[in-house]
């Protein structure tokens, strides 16, 4: 008995059974996550705050302000204080102290990225990173969520800074973290150039680390670094757009990390603006990256795909607020937040965060506090995939999808505890908030404990934004009791802490400070 009758019904039943597999595909929604290195809470035009400020001011992101017309804006989120363990978070969607990639990775493997301390040894943490695959030295091995989206029908792109590995470890490639694409990630953290004129830093007898890698065809023109990246964006996401199939670009730009030179295209306008030099390089910066979320947003518009497309806008840490990288008095660029980058006062964890979830059209605010692994099970709920398989990780993010409804549960959120824990010696000197600090927020509280001198503060957000008035010795019961939580959580994840150079004994847990 012949099944079919004839090839012609074959092959029409063939071309069903595929429109069919691409018309499921066409219900994932594509997704686009703007990743930005070092930009703080208040280096835009739109205001994550109640007001604009005089530092929302200096900049010029109308790309951002219109994303947030169409979005989440998230003004209570968080990230960690330093690049690399934002990052690793985010593909894991462990909490730092958890994945123990407490500070930037170096370039090199196995080479600690910690200063030199007088009283405390940082701990052996995970110097080199995260890794796909296990038993590589110094690596948390996890299942990145890129891997998880590839496996279920997505071409997954990675343009720009990579940062979560070190240099020949699994985890320095994105093609190794579940990335089909990558242009231009590597091990270094920023670039040696932004100038296409320095081959971004690929000259020979010249070339360090962070000599960003491909691009040799903008190499000796005057496309500034933010261009050359959009450009391969736009052509990553061509393909399978062309293909209906859904895509997953992570778009993390070089800049606003140092070397902080300026965009020929926009820093004029700044100088007229009264900003000396540096600053105005800076402004000149963000805004390349405004004009990169623009053009892609538009590309995504003009293709008829904008609406079936997850956005996610977010930052890595608090803005740089030290001399001489910046001008102006210390820890005065992210005024009202207290201190910038490194530290765990506001100004080096808080974070803008836009989301937009599909057919959206209007702009919402949330004041609840989330964290940036919150992001790995919000895409994964966005993306419809409810059933993935981890290697060995359990989730600390939770998915944000419920407050992006307005359908969730005040009392959970509230109760939540966010987590920082950095045993680490980022820079010399110590600062404000900065080497060997962990904190815990719950609700309107934080609390923070400075393991190098054994004190504890704490602070109403709601009432005083820029941590100013330490109500420790006047709220001892909530002191107690937030010391207790964060003690408690940092043994269930075996966080690590320094120890003391004279007897190598652990520094104590925070709830076993005198008040």
């Given amino acids: 008995m012949t099944l079919f009758k004839n090839k012609s019904t074959l092959f029409m039943l063939l071309m069903a059974c595929t429109q069919l597999g691409w018309a499921q595909q066409q219900d994932q929604p594509n997704i686009v ?28 992101t109308p790309h951002i302000e219109a994303l947030a017309r169409d979005a989440v804006k998230f003004t209570d989120a968080y990230a960690t204080p330093v690049c690399t363990p934002s990052r690793v978070s985010f593909l894991t969607g462990l909490n730092a102290a958890h994945h123990k990639v407490t500070n930037w990775t170096n370039p090199k493997a196995n080479t600690p990225t910690d200063n030199s301390d007088e009283l405390l040894t940082p701990p052996d943490w995970n110097i080199n990173g995260l890794s796909p695959i296990t038993n590589v030295p110094k690596t948390i091995h996890a299942t990145p969520f890129p891997s998880i989206l590839k496996d279920h029908g997505y071409h997954t792109i990675h343009i720009g ?43 020979s007898g010249k070339a360090s680390y962070q000599a960003v890698p491909d691009l040799m065809e903008y190499h000796g023109t005057a496309t500034f670094l933010t261009e050359a990246l959009t450009q391969e964006a736009l052509k990553a996401i061509k393909e399978p757009i062309k293909r209906k199939e859904p895509f997953f670009l992570h ?6 990390h140092v070397p902080i030179q300026p965009d020929p295209r926009f820093v004029q306008k700044y100088l007229e603006m009264g900003l000396d030099s540096t600053e105005a390089a800076y ?24 609406d079936q497309t997850i956005i996610v806008f977010i930052s890595d840490n608090g803005g740089l607020s030290l001399q001489p990288m910046r001008t ?29 979830n599909i ?35 359990k989730l600390d993010g939770q998915s944000l ?22 045993p680490n010696k980022w820079t010399v000197p110590d600062g404000p908030g900065i080497n060997f600090f962990s904190a815990i927020r719950q609700g309107d509280y934080k609390l923070l404990y400075d393991m190098k001198n054994g004190k504890l503060e704490l602070y109403n957000l709601r009432d005083d934004i820029g941590e100013k008035n330490n109500l420790a010795s006047k709220m001892k019961r909530k002191t107690k009791d937030l010391s207790t939580l964060l ?16 007897n190598n004994a652990p520094v104590l847990y925070p709830d076993q400070i005198k008040l």
């Fill in 161 to 203: 800074k990579a940062h979560w590995g070190s240099a020949g470890t699994p985890g320095a490639s994105p093609l190794n973290l579940g990335f089909m694409v990558n242009v231009a990630g590597h091990a270094a953290g920023h670039p040696q150039n932004y100038y296409g004129e320095k081959n971004y830093g690929n000259i």
């Fill in 283 to 306: 402004s000149s910066l963000v805004e390349g990256y405004d004009k990169s979320m623009g053009d892609i947003v538009q590309f995504l518009k003009d293709q008829g795909v904008y």
């Fill in 328 to 356: 102006g008095p210390n820890h005065t660029q992210n005024l009202p937040l207290k201190a910038g980058k490194g530290s765990l006062y506001e100004g080096g964890i808080r974070v803008p965060l836009l989301i937009k």
């Fill in 487 to 502: 003690s408690e959580q940092l043994k269930i994840w075996n966080a690590q802490l320094p120890t003391y150079k004279s």
């Fill in 33 to 60: 996550v703007f990743f930005v290195d070092d930009l703080g809470w208040q280096d835009t035009s739109e205001p994550f705050y109640k007001e604009k400020t005089s530092i929302n001011k200096r900049f010029h």
């Fill in 359 to 393: 057919g959206q059209h209007q702009p919402k605010v949330n004041h609840t506090p989330v964290i940036i692994e919150d992001l790995f099970p919000t895409i994964l709920d966005l993306a419809k995939i409810k059933q993935y398989d981890l290697i060995q990780q």
């Fill in 251 to 256: 778009f993390s730009n070089y800049a606003v």
């Fill in 401 to 422: 999808v419920g407050l992006l409804s307005d359908r969730h549960e005040n009392e959970h959120w509230e109760n939540r505890s966010l987590i920082w824990n950095i």
